[in-house]
């Protein structure tokens, strides 16, 4: 993603942090050393306060009192409107979707690199690749906002799938899935593949929330 180049230090900042989310690199509910992070970005405390400020407010970091910043859990509540918020993003983009936009070929590629990733057994790659699959439908609606807002989107549902152990399930069948819908995009059915979508995330949430509450189950 590129960052404007007037883009405050803190949202910069804030901005490669929700990158390491979607990228898998941190754990929900992995605390987070002030002296290391600000280390990292080269930052001062002042700042990277502001940056956890930020994204506590996006529901990406819990602040808990006296014991520090923690990478946030996303529960089963946040699924559903996370799929909710998923459903209007996504579905109005695809439906704004033309053959020849770069996005497109962009699609091309991240669904080979997930096939090739799938052949390896690499699954949190995949998932990867899978975040960006759908990021870049959100581009073919050619919105910064749109693409800002989805960005905490991701975020949140890569702190989803990184409460699941075994989560090839939750990857494994989308790869060819995302394959038929840029060949549906490519050949101009525009609207069979907004239809698809919509029953790919209907069916992506329902495995997503049976997943969570396997876990739950486990957990007591």
């Given amino acids: 993603m590129v960052e404007p180049d007037d883009q405050p230090l803190a949202g910069k900042v804030a901005s490669r942090i929700r990158e390491m989310l979607i990228d898998g690199d941190l754990a ?8 290391h992070v600000a280390s990292l ?3 001062s405390r002042n700042t990277l306060r502001e940056v956890f ?3 506590t407010s996006q529901s990406l970091l819990t602040h808990i009192p006296n014991r520090g910043v923690f990478v946030a859990a996303p529960d089963e509540v946040c699924v559903i409107d996370i799929y909710r918020v998923r459903r209007v993003i996504e579905l109005g983009a695809l ?4 053959r020849g936009h770069p996005a497109v070929a962009r699609m091309n590629t ?3 690199e997930a096939k090739e990733a799938q052949k390896n057994g690499d ?3 995949v ?3 899978n975040m960006e699959f759908h990021r870049a439908i959100v581009e073919l609606a050619d919105s910064p906002r749109l693409n800002a807002c989805f960005e905490m989107i991701l975020a949140e549902l890569r702190l989803v799938f990184g409460q699941l152990e075994n989560n090839a399930h939750l990857h494994e069948p989308f790869v060819e899935l995302n394959a038929s819908l840029v060949t549906l995009i490519e050949t101009g059915m525009i609207l069979e593949a907004v239809d698809r979508l919509e029953a790919y995330l209907l069916q992506s949430e329902r495995m997503v929330l049976a997943a969570l509450q396997r876990r739950g189950n486990q957990d007591r």
């Fill in 28 to 35: 929900p509910g992995e605390k987070l050393s002030e002296q």
């Fill in 41 to 43: 970005f080269g930052i």
């Fill in 53 to 55: 400020r930020l994204l």
């Fill in 95 to 98: 439906r704004a979707a033309s």
């Fill in 110 to 112: 991240l669904v080979a």
């Fill in 123 to 125: 699954w949190r790659r």
């Fill in 127 to 129: 998932g990867t690749f």
